[in-house]
Every structure is written in C-alpha cells, then in structure tokens.
C-alpha cells in the first residue's frame, strides 16, 4: 500500500491569525510523529500565505479548496493554477460536493478544473460522492461512475500520483455518519476499476481517500477500508484531533 495521505480541508473557517495558530500548532505536534504519511493543509485562499509560512521546510504541504480552470483573464473572483502553485500550493481539493451544490460546480467544469491542474503540475484531489437520496435509491454506482468518467474524460494521466480520488458521500459530510468500511471497500473497488478501464496506469497507483466526518474516534475503523487516507473536514479544525487522525494513519 501507498503512504497514506490526510489532507485537512478547512473550509471557510478561520481569520489570518487563528490560522497561523493552528498551523504552528500541528507543526509542533506533528514533529514528534515519525514521518510515515503525506500531511496537507488546505486553508481558505486568505490564509494561504500564513499558513504556509508556518509549514514550509516542514512534512506538510500546502493545498487549496477551489481552483479555476483558465490560466487568467476575465475571470472575476477566480484563482487559477499557476497562482495557486505560486502562492505554494501542490495540492487543490476539486469538485467538492460543496461547490457541486451551493456554487453550481458541474461536471464539466470539474473535468476542466483536473485537466488544467495536471497540466500545470497542481495535483488535484477529485472529491466524488453520492446524495442520501441517491443511496437511498440505489444509485451509488451510478452516480460514482458518471462523476468519475466525466471528471476524467479525455485527459491523459500518464503518472497516476498526480491524481488523487476521495470519496466523500454528500450525506456523511458534517454529520457524524459514516459508511461501514465494506461500503467504502465497494465503492473504492468501483473507482479502481473506472480508472484503469479508462487507462490510468493499473488504476492501483492513484490514492483513493475517504471524507465525511472522519474524527479521532472513527479514524482505526475506517482505516480497515483500506483506503490510502482521508479528507478531513471539521476534526482538522482541532490540532489534537488532526495529529491524532495522522498518527493513526501512519501506524498500519
Ligand atoms: P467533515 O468534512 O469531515 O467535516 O465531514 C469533510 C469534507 O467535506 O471534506
């Protein structure tokens, strides 16, 4: 199994100041921890630069929440590729079920989002996942494999580490519920063989994480899904918990 990888999605939560506080916090913490999992931090743009002052030269790397798939131009209010790598970024959570929902994020435009992050050499990490009412209806397959197949559509992954796939279901996000790993062992088994039908590499090689409400207390138990890490949203808020989630991860 590849290192795992546990990326903290902070949403939009924090001011410059409670940021860099954070960010000192699981530095310090982190540093006791042998190094054995990829760390990222993904704060709201404005935070960006305290954040990475604070984990540069560290084992954790800076990521972002959204990014525009065109270079530059008119495209107010927007963050491209190229600025995001310069601002420090490697990483950048695409097609979260946020943006799907409240900022009408299609799947096109979530293809175009992963096209132009590989090509600039920003590692997108493609979130997926179904509604409850689709669960409900027994559409998980469905729904999985059609955001899939479009999100890649057309594009050529010729290393499968520039890519990484969370399966975030829409209904475990913020509240407390998770998938029995078995679920999330089927719907990753899904996704691997989506993406080695349609040629990347073995489809062995890209990380498959999981994200909705992964805590401290859940994290040994969904780590038996054997998947490859996890997005964590409100637990990366609270350093102690983060830490933990990493400290768990490493350990198998
Ligand atoms: P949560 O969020 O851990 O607070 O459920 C995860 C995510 O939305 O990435």
């Not at 079920?97 to 299609?106: A, D, L, N, V």
């Not at 829409?170 to 040629?199: H, M, Q």
Request: hydrophobic residues 40%; contains cysteine; aromatic residues 6%.
């Amino acid at each position: 199994m590849s290192k795992r990888l546990i990326v903290g999605n902070w949403k939009m939560n924090l001011l410059r100041k409670e940021a860099r506080l954070l960010a000192k916090r699981i530095v310090d913490e982190l540093a006791a921890l042998p190094a054995q999992v990829d760390v990222v931090l993904a704060p709201p743009f404005t935070n960006l630069d305290v954040v990475y002052e604070e984990i540069r030269g560290r084992a954790i790397e800076l990521g972002a929440q959204n990014v525009c798939w065109a270079e530059s131009g008119e495209f107010t209010g927007e963050i491209s590729p190229g600025m995001l790598l310069d601002a420090g970024c490697k990483w950048v959570i695409v097609g979260h079920s946020e943006r799907r929902k409240y900022f009408g994020e299609t799947d096109a435009m979530v293809r175009d989002k992963v096209g132009a992050c590989l090509s600039a050499g920003l590692t997108p990490i493609l979130c997926v996942g179904e509604t409850w009412k689709e669960r409900q209806e027994g559409r998980t397959e469905e729904v999985i494999t059609s955001q899939l197949r479009s999100a890649l559509r057309g594009l050529s992954i010729t290393n499968p580490r520039t890519l990484v796939i969370a399966y975030e279901p829409v209904w475990a996000i913020g509240s407390g519920k998770t998938p029995k790993p078995e679920e999330i062992g089927f719907v990753n088994d899904l996704i691997r063989d989506i993406i080695r039908d349609i040629g990347v590499n073995s489809g062995g090689e890209v990380r498959l994480l999981y994200g909705g409400s992964v805590s401290e207390y859940n994290i040994e138990y969904l780590l038996s899904a054997e998947i490859e890490g996890a997005l964590v949203g409100g637990a990366s808020l609270r350093a102690e918990a983060f830490v933990k989630i990493v400290g768990a991860s490493g350990v198998h």
